[in-house]
């Protein structure tokens, strides 16, 4: 198998369809991409395979494929990951997602595609296209996952967003017509919280011609290869950190945990011990901090990597990524960093989704800069 | 001028229009009816009034007069009285907020309806009707003020609640297809306090025939009527009380006042010592409870009035009604408590709007009925 450590992936390399195999290596791809967020990717998987079994396999589709006004629907699951991962995906919400979205655009959706890759925001809109019917669209709005609803390209990109649709388990469907994309962040966390802390959103109602430019391209085949390279492989984590191209930034354990549930989201810090390396000397402590994902990691005060790059913690072992909600005391894990897709390096993707747009008085260093100096 | 003791009004006496004169009577009977909560009416009244100037009276209209499939958009302010007491009402949310009811059922709106007659909500739709070229309806879905989304007639009625739309200062609209009225409440509830605390909101949209029976009818004509028993009079309070029907529970002095703004609403109790009455023996204190409105009274432990009857606190020289959010210590205060309408007495009334559905361990008695006890 030929793994690219860029993010192009050539014509013949993309997938058709999700069916088992796929969706097993995609679970693992999306693990990775989602920098601790997006979902703990094992919560949907059985609901998923069951879906394709069931079903048959989902089609899997390119922008290219659909006729310009083709409307598709991106969609995610919203809300804190540690209470999501307790409530089973339900089939309800999204045929009333679908029907709401439908009414509000007049016709039909073609295609589903997830907002977020990362997560189970990137496996479970595999089980959506399932149940609707509909085919998977190999894109999705972040090229990763991001904590909050106006952290995607579509807004990065400049196009207005007309819709943001809720369906919650209770099987309340809210409908917002946003003034733009911090107000739909705001009213739909108020929305999500008060339907139970998790829904099923979608965020923008686009048609394939808008989405060309304003959605990051064949992220759905390079999850997928993602979790191929961790499997079948003597050294899982040296074929996964060369397929991303990334940079090990620790290995270690897991030394101290603080997080907390509030406001709709996942926020703390975690301290991890290098271990392996001068086994005289006290090893390194390096702290990652959250909000659902992982957002930045400091040594000593130093800034080592941070949004929008990515970040990951795997385990040492098996390179499987580890979700923020799954950390524990102890285990032994690598933090992997690598760059982020160059939409999120504009000056306005830095303004949407940089350290300062979650709070850091820091300027962003593309994190191979950072890696250059510290060599 | 005849008043009525009884809330059945001859058609004679039905208002046709809103003109100047009409709506000073309508602003003093809603506050009355707003039982301290609604949104202070002087706040609205000069916009109302300049939009009466600028395009003349407002037609009032009565479900006979309307189409049986003739859609009507109850509209109200939501949010805390202190946060909307400080906003001018604009006029954009309306036309927003008129495009996206009419988006979602499909064809154009036939009148505009007081969700709630009590306070700033029974004059504002005027406001509302003025700039959509719309007609009033003389009905409301209370008969008074309350705080709470569900607490409307047709929510006791049974019909089920098809829509609830938010137009919110910012330019944001957001449509909710609720499961039942207590989500409508919930979700209205948290889009409103993200939104900035204050909105302009349409609980239902119905047609003339689904009003019939599901709305409190006439009680734009008798806000009318009760604010006319306050003017050219020697005794405004005995006139106000005698067209009430009420009970006069206290007149006193506010000696005691504690009041907080959180939630989206604005909660508290406020105790009137009692004067002019036995002279030589200290005043009966009397404490009334708030949840934006006037919910209870108790002296002594002894309840001596609650929800859903009606509870207004006024000045007793004038007969002006005070809102909640504007009494003040030393205020020269009565205390006025007289019957709600017949649905609110109903077990499904009870239930949605009764002294239990505030929280309050108790059983409700009719005001008239401790009347006679205390007697």
């Keep these: 198998m030929v793994i690219q450590t860029t993010r192009r992936i050539s014509a013949m390399q993309q997938i058709d369809h999700i069916d088992l195999e796929t969706l097993s290596a995609l679970g693992r791809g999306c693990a990775v991409l989602g920098t601790g967020g997006g979902g703990d990717v094992g919560s949907p998987l059985v609901a998923v395979a069951h879906a394709l079994k ?27 990951p540690t ?3 307790e409530m089973l995906p339900g089939e309800a919400e999204v045929h009333r997602l679908r029907a709401e979205a439908e009414r509000f655009m007049g016709r039909p959706l073609a295609a589903v ?19 609707l019917g509909l ?8 090229g990763r996952a991001f904590p909050e609803v106006q952290m995607v390209s579509m807004h990065v990109a400049g196009l207005p967003v007309n819709v943001v649709i809720l369906a919650d388990l209770a099987g309340n469907v809210t409908t917002i017509q946003p003034l733009d994309g911090n107000w739909s962040e705001r009213i739909a966390r108020a929305v999500c919280v008060a339907g139970g802390a998790t829904a ?5 109602v686009i048609t394939a011609a808008q989405a060309k430019g304003a959605v990051i391209e064949g992220t759905v085949t390079r999850a997928v290869e993602l979790g191929r390279a961790t499997v079948g492989v003597a050294d899982p984590l040296s074929s996964l950190t060369e397929a991303l191209g990334a940079r090990s930034l620790v290995t270690g354990k897991i030394v101290d945990i603080e997080r907390r549930t509030g406001g709709g989201f996942v926020r703390g810090s975690v301290v991890i011990e290098e271990i392996g390396g001068r086994d005289t000397t006290p090893g390194r402590l390096v702290r990652i901090e959250i909000q659902n994902e992982n957002l930045a990691v400091f040594e000593d005060g130093d800034l080592l990597a941070s949004v929008p790059d990515l970040i990951s913690v795997v385990d040492t072992q098996s390179a499987l990524a580890i979700s923020t909600e799954s950390l524990r005391y102890g285990q032994r894990v690598t ?9 999120w390096r504009t000056e306005r993707g830095l303004e949407v989704a940089g350290p300062r747009a979650f709070g850091y008085a820091i300027d962003y260093v593309p994190v191979e800069e950072i890696g250059a100096r510290l060599v």
């Design 200 to 204: 099923l959103m979608a965020d923008y």
């Design 113 to 131: 595609m997830s907002s977020e890759i990362g997560g189970s925001n990137g496996v479970e809109p595999v089980l959506w296209a399932s149940l």
């Design 83 to 85: 209470v999501s991962v």
């Design 335 to 343: 933090v992997l960093a690598w760059p982020c897709d160059p939409l």
């Design 135 to 142: 085919p998977l669209l190999d894109a999705d709005g972040m």
């Design 54 to 80: 069931e079903r048959g396999p989902v089609p899997v589709v390119r922008l290219e494929d659909l006729p310009a006004d083709a409307l598709i629907a991106p969609l995610s699951g919203i809300g804190a």
